[in-house]
């Protein structure tokens, strides 16, 4: 074999062996990684680097540098994609957080409107009992104060009678027994004594009218002064029971909007909940986190420039080797 021959032969097997510490770079980073991809890619360089190609070096090269743009784009795309996912997950919890907290105003101004319209409803029931309570009893009053002047009236009308047949009776016994008759003189002392007893009469009817007015008066009065302060509360408990009745049906009217209100609200919850688990599953819901997914193509990527930079050192020896032969060719023509 030729000196030339055993060169060529030497060259091969440098390549050979150059070839095979790149592959076992990229094999090992595969097996470290557990890339699938970077060991279809060593699979492909050992295959390319059996073949007859005339210069494997630039094939291997190619494969790697079209390896490291691929896994460049991806790094980009997953970038591009954890912006837009971290951008779409801050709104989309601010928005949940925005809408719970609608919710829960809504929520909470409903039940506290509902239960002071409940309150309102249940005093105005109390206050209407209380004017029913309050009408029946005046109705009662009234009835006891006619009886008791129809009494009066009755009674005053009799004793009056009374009082004027006794002073009519006194008036012609003293008048008769003021004349100046011996007959009446010696009946005198009797006379005396009945007209005593008729005075006593008199004054008894008299005491029993003034007393009868005075309890009629007592009454009236105490019945007047009832009545007025029955109107009064009557008034007082009519007037809550309309502020009540408008106040309970305007917090029923807020409630109603406001439930309409949190219907909307639910909804717009609903829908925000829905993109969340759409957007959790499509940016979170990942066999392997966005910081490890950068880590491993970080290493990847770094691997393989530093198995295309053994394979550019190669090719520049080997581009070296060729133009010192060359040389050496054309000075021994030259010589010739």
Do not use: W
Request: charged share 35%; glycine share 6%; aromatic share 4%.
């Amino acid at each position: 074999m030729s000196l030339l021959q055993l060169g060529r032969v030497a060259l091969k097997t440098g390549r050979d062996l150059k070839n095979f510490e790149v592959i076992r770079i990229v094999r090992d980073m595969a097996r470290k990684e557990h890339s699938s991809s970077l060991a279809l890619l060593a699979t492909r360089m050992a295959s390319a680097s059996r073949s007859s190609v005339k210069d494997p070096f630039a094939k291997l090269k190619g494969l790697i540098s079209d390896m490291i743009e691929k896994l460049t784009k991806e790094a980009e795309e997953d970038a591009t994609k954890k912006a837009y996912c971290d951008k779409e997950m801050s709104e989309t919890a601010a928005n949940k957080a925005e809408k719970e907290a609608e919710i829960s105003k809504l929520t909470t101004t409903i039940d506290t409107k509902t239960a002071k319209s409940a309150q309102l409803k249940e005093e105005t029931s109390d206050l209407q009992k209380a004017l029913a309570d309050l009408a029946s009893s005046q109705a009662e009053m009234d009835k006891i104060r006619a009886e008791e002047n129809g009494i009066y009236l009755t009674s005053k009308k009799d004793m009056e009678m009374g009082l004027e047949g006794v002073q009519l009776a006194l008036k012609i016994l003293s008048d008769y027994y003021a004349k100046a008759d011996k007959a009446h003189s010696a009946a005198g002392g009797a006379g005396s004594g009945i007209i005593g007893m008729i005075e006593v009469c008199e004054s008894d009817f008299s005491k029993g009218l003034s007393e009868m007015t005075v309890a009629e008066e007592t009454a009236a009065s105490e019945y007047d002064k009832q009545t007025k302060e029955n109107e009064i509360s009557q008034t007082t408990k009519e007037a809550d029971v309309k502020y009540k009745t408008k106040e309970s049906a305007t917090l029923d009217k807020e409630t109603a909007e406001a439930k309409s209100d949190l219907s909307g609200v639910q909804s717009e919850h609903d829908a925000v909940m829905e993109y969340s688990g759409k957007i959790t599953e499509e940016c979170v819901a990942k066999p392997e986190a966005y910081v490890e997914r950068a880590r491993r193509r970080d290493a990847e990527i770094a691997g393989l420039k530093t198995a295309l930079e053994v394979l550019e050192s190669e090719t520049a020896l080997v581009q070296q080797g060729t133009a010192r032969r060359t040389l050496r060719g054309v000075r021994r023509h030259v010589t010739a």
